[in-house]
C-alpha cells in the first residue's frame, strides 16, 4: 500500500452546468496529471491507495465543476469494472447542491423508488467515519453492457457509498463493483476507507 495525500484546488465560481446525473464508472478519462504548486492549492484528504490499481484524476474537469475527484481502477471482473472513487464536491458544484441532494439521487432510482425489478436500494443509515457523522448505503443494479444495441448482455453491479458532510461541500467515498467479485474487493474499499483523514 502507497499513502497517497490528496492534494485540490479549490476555485471560486467555475462551476458548469450539467444534469447532476449519476456518472457513468468505467469511462475513459484522461491520465492523472503532476501535481502543481500553486497558492490556492488546500490538502482536502489522505488515504492509503491500493498497490497495482490504476489512479486517474481529471484536474481540468475539477476546475471547471468544483468535483475533486480521486479514481482507482482495480482489476477488471468480466465484463466490468471494479472501481473505488474518493471525491470532495464543493458548495456551488456542477451536480448536487449538497450531501442531501446526493443521498437523495443516489439512494433510490428516478421514479424515488428503493426496490424495482432491475434495482435494490438499502436504507441509508447513519454511522461515522474519520470522526465524521457519515451517511452510508448500498445499492445493486443491473446494467445493460451494450444500451446502445439491441443485446441483452447485462451485469448486477454491487455498490457502497459513504457520505460524510462539512461545512463547504462533502466528502464521497464510493465502491463500484461486479456482483460476483464485490466481496473479494471489499476488504481493498475498507482499508481505504478505514486510512482515510480529512485534513
Same mark, same amino acid.
Given at each position: 500500500? &502507497?499513502?497517497?495525500?490528496? $492534494?485540490?484546488?479549490?476555485?471560486? #465560481? ?5 444534469? #447532476? ?10 491520465? +492523472? ?11 482536502? /484528504? ?20 468544483? &468535483? ?15 472501481? &473505488?472513487?474518493? +471525491? ?32 435494490? /436500494? ?7 467515519? +474519520? ?7 448500498? $445499492?445493486?443494479?443491473?446494467? !445493460?453492457?451494450?444500451?446502445? $444495441? ?10 457502497? /457509498? !459513504? ?11 464510493? !465502491? !463500484? ?11 481493498? /474499499? ?10
Amino acid at each position: 500500500m &502507497i499513502k497517497l495525500l490528496f $492534494s485540490v484546488l479549490l476555485l471560486s #465560481g467555475c462551476g458548469c452546468a450539467n444534469d #447532476g446525473a449519476r456518472e457513468a464508472p468505467g469511462r475513459n478519462r484522461p491520465a +492523472a496529471k503532476t501535481a502543481e504548486k500553486t497558492d490556492a492549492a488546500a490538502e482536502r /484528504f489522505a488515504c492509503e491507495t491500493p498497490a497495482g490499481w490504476e489512479i486517474k484524476r481529471d484536474r481540468e474537469k475539477e476546475k471547471k465543476t468544483k &468535483i475533486l475527484k480521486l479514481e482507482l481502477a482495480g482489476p477488471r471482473e468480466g465484463n466490468a469494472p471494479v472501481l &473505488i472513487y474518493a +471525491a470532495f464536491y464543493g458548495t456551488g458544484n456542477a451536480s448536487f447542491s449538497d450531501h442531501a441532494d446526493f443521498i437523495e439521487r443516489n439512494s433510490k432510482n428516478i421514479l424515488g423508488e428503493t426496490r424495482s425489478d432491475t434495482e435494490k /436500494f438499502s436504507p441509508v443509515k447513519e454511522t461515522a467515519l +474519520a470522526g465524521k457523522k457519515t451517511f452510508e448505503f448500498d $445499492s445493486e443494479i443491473k446494467e !445493460y453492457l451494450h444500451p446502445e $444495441s439491441k443485446s441483452a448482455e447485462s451485469v448486477v453491479i454491487k455498490e457502497k /457509498f !459513504y457520505v460524510i458532510p462539512a461545512k463547504d461541500g462533502f466528502f464521497v467515498l464510493h !465502491y !463500484y463493483a461486479p456482483a460476483a467479485a464485490y466481496g473479494k474487493h471489499l476488504p481493498v /474499499f475498507k482499508k481505504l476507507t478505514a486510512t482515510f483523514k480529512i485534513l
